[in-house]
Structures are given as structure tokens and as C-alpha cells.
T-cell receptor, first 117, second 113 residues
Framework: GAVVSQHPSWVICKSGTSVKIECRSLDFQATTMFWYRQFPKQSLMLMATSNEGSKATYEQGVEKDKFLINHASLTLSTLTVTSAHPEDSSFYIC?????????????FGPGTRLTVL | GENVEQHPSTLSVQEGDSAVIKCTYSDSASNYFPWYKQELGKRPQLIIDIRSNVGEKKDQRIAVTLNKTAKHFSLHITETQPEDSAVYFCAARLPGGYQKVTFGTGTKLQVIP
């Protein structure tokens, strides 16, 4: 089946630094990918929709200058958390819809645990 | 946009009993309703889904029912087992766009051996 990978699986960084998270579709092309953030004991909250070759669409309340998204190829989307602060510590998950395979299924990456000290 | 509410937030059942989780959605145009199981620190896993043209769907011990008129859908797990313990999320999707889904708030299910 379709596989989505994320890298790194976890990262610890100092406050004020930037962190890049990669999301790859390994065996299918994904013109669209979604980025979610999940705080402990909470639901997945959609941050933005990443579109290959065009600007990402951000959900209301998500700072586009802080969470930079780049979708430069059909298999790779990146999320960069700029000037990270402790409140950005969270579980970040990407997903790719099964559009290309004519399926309703969304394929989730394994997630990235970000801890900002 | 779509809004999905989910109840209860926590649910404890004895092994072998049934568990029911309920969700309501706000936009009657939503046409696809997946259910996910998420274990701690893991990605969500699709366990069952239903489209709006179907009222019920079953897969072994798991079933989902949909009431479009009331904008309700429910997950039913029968003969619960300890390995069913996890957080369950319902979701709803509007047609068109990029298959973006809106998640419910989650239910932590604990199956007591």
C-alpha cells in the first residue's frame, strides 16, 4: 500500500532556532499534502494544505511566516518551524490524500515529535 | 467550514462488552466519514469509513452507522479486547477540494481486562 514517511521522527531544539520537517510519499505522487499539529491529549488540527508548485493554503490562525511550507516536488513537502518557541512543541503529522489512486483514504506519516527548550 | 463534535471524551468498558462513540457534524454537504484509531505517539490508522449514500457498514467487530438527517454517525465496537484500548477520532469530509477532513475531538477508550 501507499506509504508516507516523515523525517526526523523526533527533534529537540533551542528556542529561537528553526526546524525543518520532511514529508515524503514513497510510492505514489502527491500533489497535495496536509500538515497537522497535535498537542498532548488533543485532536489533530489542520495547519495548512501544501500544493505542489504553488503556495500553501493556511488555516485560520496559523502564521504562514512562522510555519513555512514548501512542496517542490510530487513526493516531498517540507514544514519549517521558524524561530521556534516552547509553545511550538507538539506532534506534527503530515498526510497525503489518495486522490491519485482514486481512493478516499488519507495516508498519514508517522509524525515528528518537536520539543523546543 | 465543517465542525465535528465527538462524545464521550473517555470511555471505559469491560473486556467483551460493546463500546459506542458518537459524532455529529455541522455541514450537511459532508459526504465521507472515516474513523481512526491512534495509539500513543503513533499515526492515526483508518479502521472503518462510510460514504453518505450508505447507512451502515460493518467489518468484523467494528461497525459504523450514519444518520444523514440528524447529521450523526457512530462507531460500534463489539466484543472489545484490551488491544482496542486507544484514542479514536471520527472525521468528516466535504466534497471537492483536496479531500481535506475535519477531525472530532477524540475518545479515549480503555478496555479493562
Amino acid at each position: 500500500g501507499a506509504v508516507v514517511s516523515q523525517h526526523p521522527s523526533w527533534v529537540i531544539c533551542k528556542s529561537g532556532t528553526s526546524v525543518k520537517i520532511e514529508c515524503r510519499s514513497l510510492d505514489f505522487q502527491a500533489t497535495t499534502m496536509f500538515w497537522y499539529r497535535q498537542f498532548p491529549k488533543q485532536s489533530l488540527m489542520l495547519m495548512a494544505t501544501s500544493n505542489e508548485g504553488s503556495k500553501a493554503t493556511y488555516e485560520q490562525g496559523v502564521e504562514k511566516d512562522k510555519f513555512l511550507i514548501n512542496h517542490a516536488s510530487l513526493t516531498l513537502s517540507t514544514l519549517t518551524v521558524t524561530s521556534a518557541h516552547p509553545e511550538d512543541s507538539s506532534f506534527y503529522i503530515c498526510s497525503a490524500p489518495g486522490l491519485a489512486m482514486a481512493t478516499d483514504t488519507q495516508y498519514f506519516g508517522p509524525g515528528t515529535r518537536l520539543t523546543v527548550l | 467550514g465543517e465542525n465535528v463534535e465527538q462524545h464521550p471524551s473517555t470511555l471505559s468498558v469491560q473486556e467483551g462488552d460493546s463500546a459506542v462513540i458518537k459524532c455529529t457534524y455541522s455541514d450537511s454537504a459532508s459526504n465521507y466519514f472515516p474513523w481512526y484509531k491512534q495509539e500513543l505517539g503513533k499515526r492515526p490508522q483508518l479502521i472503518i469509513d462510510i460514504r453518505s449514500n450508505v447507512g451502515e457498514k460493518k467489518d468484523q467487530r467494528i461497525a459504523v452507522t450514519l444518520n444523514k438527517t440528524a447529521k450523526h454517525f457512530s462507531l460500534h465496537i463489539t466484543e472489545t479486547q484490551p488491544e482496542d484500548s486507544a484514542v479514536y477520532f471520527c472525521a468528516a469530509r466535504l466534497p471537492g477540494g483536496y479531500q481535506k477532513v475535519t477531525f472530532g475531538t477524540g475518545t479515549k477508550l480503555q478496555v479493562i481486562p
